[in-house]
């Protein structure tokens, strides 16, 4: 079970950090991800974590804004979002166990959090 939480309403410019705890294994070390989607959207990669957190893959709309992390103490990934723009507004879904491309699909989802970003 993956859950999200830290989602909310920020100005544009402002900060967010997200939590994804993984629950039901007794220590995750899989490869992790952040996906959104806009309304209407399709949904769009943001950022990988590798299971030992050495390597980390973004998207470019994601680059010098986004970081992930993770704590496999705590069975959590992170993402701290920075400098947020409207455009980022979109619910925010992490994953885990990635069936190839880490870009593209994983097998495990969490429920999504959303997060709105006025202008």
């Known amino acids: 079970q993956l859950v999200e939480s830290g989602g909310g309403l920020v100005q544009a410019g402002g900060s967010l950090r997200l939590s994804c705890v993984t629950s039901?294994?007794?220590?995750?070390?899989?490869?992790m991800g952040w996906f959104r989607q806009a309304p209407g959207k399709e949904r769009e990669f943001v950022a990988h974590?590798?299971?030992?957190?050495?390597?980390?893959t973004y998207a470019d709309s994601a680059k010098g804004r986004f970081t992930i992390s993770r704590d496999n103490d705590k069975n959590t990934v992170y993402l701290q979002m920075n400098i947020l723009k409207h455009e980022d507004t979109a619910v925010y879904y992490c994953?885990?166990?990635?069936?190839?491309?880490?870009?593209?699909?994983?097998?495990?989802w969490g429920q999504g959090t959303q997060v709105t970003v006025s202008s």
């Open positions: 994953a885990a166990v990635p069936k190839g491309d880490v870009r593209l699909d994983y097998f495990y």
């Open positions: 039901g294994w007794t220590r995750n070390y899989w490869d």
């Open positions: 974590i590798s299971g030992s957190g050495s390597m980390t």
